[in-house]
Each structure stands twice: as C-alpha cells, then as structure tokens.
C-alpha cells in the first residue's frame, strides 16, 4: 500500500484481545463508526503478524471496517504442522471467534461480519461461513484452497470472491472448482503476473482493492 493511501486513513481504535476458551491473541482494530467487521484467517506458516494480511486490514479500516487479526492456533498447537491443515479445528476457532465477538459491547456486537481467509485459511473461512449462515455476510479468499471446504462449498450463503495470482497455476485450477460448487453470488479474480504470496509490484494492491470492493457491496448495515 502506498504511503499516500497510508497517509488518508482515518483514526482506528487498536485493541490487544485475549479470545476465549484458550486466550488466543488478536488485535482488533475500529474506526469510530464501523459499517462492518472483517475477521481474519491466516494460512499455512502465517500469524497475526502477517504483512500482507495486516496490509488488507489497515486499507480496510481506511474504508470504515473494523477487523480482527488473530492466531487461530496455540503456539504448543503450531508445532504439529497437522494442526494448520486441519480445517476443521481452523473453522471452529473461527465460529467461536465470531461468537465471542457478538458479546464485545455495542461498537462491534451486532456488526455485519465477513470473513478474509488465506491458504488453508479460506477453507476454513468457508466451512465457517456455512456454519454461520445468519452471521456470516461475505467471504473473500487470496491465494486460497476454497476446495478444502469440501461439501462445505455447497451450504455457503455469503457471496464470496476468491483471488488468484495468474501465475499460481495450480491454485487457479483449484479455485475454479471451487467457485464451480458454490451456489451465492461469487466471482474469481485473476491477478495477472502475481504467483503465489502475491510479492509482486502492484499485486497486493490488486487484491486490497478487489477486496474493499466486494466487503463494501456485501458487508453493510441493512
């Protein structure tokens, strides 16, 4: 993101939070009147701490969302490389997530609440998605594997976007199954010439764009 565009952010309100049962550390971050909230799940080998998803929450905030960054995994968790695959266990720590933020007081209880999932991350932000069918208004997944949500994919009522850099070939193929047995509104977005973490010029600005866009058409106050 470019400093100008840095430059123009509103003020944003940062929280250090503790997420129950296991105190799993985020940061939640509100400008003063937020018209949605953006929850975040990283994939494979990230954290709260990831750069290119802390640049998608900080444009986000510019556009008058709040977002949430948190580690889906304990540390002692984050050891068994088995534990960032598990879809399954990634969902859950997001259903929970998202219900704990129902009772956070009257800035943020009650938001409407998209999901933002990379890698493994957007699987799981699916299987919650379908879960979450009242709560969850939108989706949208960078470099993802949407088909990890398996028979998930079918049950989702958030429109969702999926982004794809255009030289992560494989990943386009998976995406386009994907997006095949999705039944919502929803749209796949190639990046031309970005691979896999999107490093390059321009390509995170692509996907921060096409991000704003879809949270600001779905992810409103009725």
Not at 61 to 78: I, P, S, V
Not at 168 to 180: K, S, W, Y
């Amino acid at each position: 993101m470019s400093r100008h565009t840095i430059a123009r952010l509103p003020p944003v309100t940062s929280s250090e939070v503790a997420i129950p049962p296991l105190g799993l550390p985020g940061t939640l971050n509100a400008p003063k009147q937020p018209i949605g909230l953006v929850v975040f799940a990283h994939g494979s080998g990230s954290s709260r701490h990831s750069p290119r998803n802390t640049a998608v929450a900080r444009a986000l905030n510019g556009h008058g969302f709040a977002t949430l960054l948190f580690d889906l995994l304990t540390a002692q968790e984050e050891s068994d490389r088995a534990n960032v695959f598990d879809i399954p266990l990634l969902a859950e720590r997001l259903v929970e997530v998202v219900e704990w933020l129902d009772g956070q007081g009257p800035l943020i209880a009650g938001l409407p609440v998209g999901l933002f999932g990379a890698s493994t991350g957007a699987a799981a932000a699916l299987v919650a998605a379908a879960r979450l069918p009242e709560r969850i208004r939108a989706v949208v997944s960078r470099g993802g594997r949407p088909d990890l949500a398996g028979d998930a994919l079918p049950m989702v009522r958030a429109p969702t976007l999926l982004i794809v850099g255009g030289a992560d070939f494989q990943v386009i193929e998976l995406n386009e199954e994907a997006l095949g047995r999705l039944r919502v509104p929803k749209a796949l977005e190639i990046v031309e010439g970005a691979t896999h973490l999107f490093p390059e010029p321009g390509a995170m600005d692509a996907v921060i764009k096409h991000a704003a866009q879809w949270f600001e058409r779905h992810l409103r106050k009725p």
